[in-house]
């Protein structure tokens, strides 16, 4: 039987998510590996850590797919203990699929309003004419209080906990982007929407939200981003049926709150 190759994955991921529609300042792409390796088993994971690749090779996988880019700023040392220092070592491949994949139909943005449960759902802001939503906007099924819907955000996407900014407005049209968005908010609130879903937001921004009268939650990095992994991962499974595939169980987001 011929066996897929991570160049097959990478055309594959690439036809939906071009990685020339990146941003300017990512990495996305093949960083690690080589386009003719054969491909049985791979993992998936929104972060490529060393538990993630050391549990790639526990499962025998020729391949982690990821959304954060391992290989990120140019590379000063290369410790034994790095995650592309285990990968070369085991002889894993790595195709990093990052702001190109946030911004792609079916991408994370889009996996987010699904989660979210939103409906119209369009662009909220164009990436530098390129024709691809830097964020998406839609509207709830429901009216919301701020207290309601920040509790409704942390059951869907399962978060330990969550900071927000309550608005004082009736909750019917939400922004959003999944990662640190929150500079889109301004934007979310000029199109009418009552509440923006975010993460890694900054004091000022915090600040701001409350004097435009938006509800911003700050779901954080890890559980506004890694709702695209499941539906990626179905997506190259069904592409690629003969290969071995599972999602990580060991990436997670290392906040805890008291």
Do not use: W
Not at 4 to 16: E, H, L, P, S, W
Not at 52 to 79: C, D, N, T, W, Y
Not at 99 to 120: F, H, I, P, S
């Amino acid at each position: 039987m011929v066996m897929a190759t991570v160049g097959q994955f990478y055309d594959f991921i690439d036809a939906f998510a071009p990685f020339h529609t990146a941003m300017g300042f990512d990495n996305p792409g093949l960083l690690v590996g080589a386009r003719d390796t054969e491909v049985r088993s791979v993992l998936f994971a929104l972060d490529i850590t060393p538990q993630v690749v050391r549990e790639a090779a526990e499962m025998g996988a020729q391949l982690i797919v990821s959304h954060h880019p391992v290989i990120f700023h140019p590379l000063k040392s290369l410790s034994p203990d790095s995650a592309p220092y285990l990968l070369a070592q085991y002889g894993i491949a790595a195709i990093c699929a990052h702001t190109n994949l946030d911004m792609a139909q079916g991408g994370v943005n889009t996996c987010l309003a699904e989660r979210l449960q939103l409906k119209n759902v369009r662009m909220l802001k164009e990436y530098e004419h390129s024709d691809l939503p830097e964020g998406l906007i839609g509207e709830t099924g429901h009216p919301y209080t701020p207290e309601e819907f920040a509790a409704f955000v942390k059951d869907v996407l399962g978060c330990d906990g969550l900071k927000y900014v309550n608005g004082g407005k009736t909750i019917t049209t939400v922004g959003l982007c999944g990662g640190a968005g929150a500079d889109l908010t301004p934007d979310a609130a000029a199109q009418g929407a009552q509440a923006m879903v975010t993460a890694d937001t900054k004091h000022n921004q915090l600040l701001d939200a409350e004097d435009m009268g938006i509800t911003l939650v700050d779901a954080g990095h890890f559980f506004t981003e890694d709702v695209v992994i499941a539906p990626l991962m179905e997506r190259l499974q069904n592409r690629f049926p003969e290969v071995k595939m599972a999602k990580s169980v060991r990436a997670h987001s290392p906040a805890r709150f008291l």
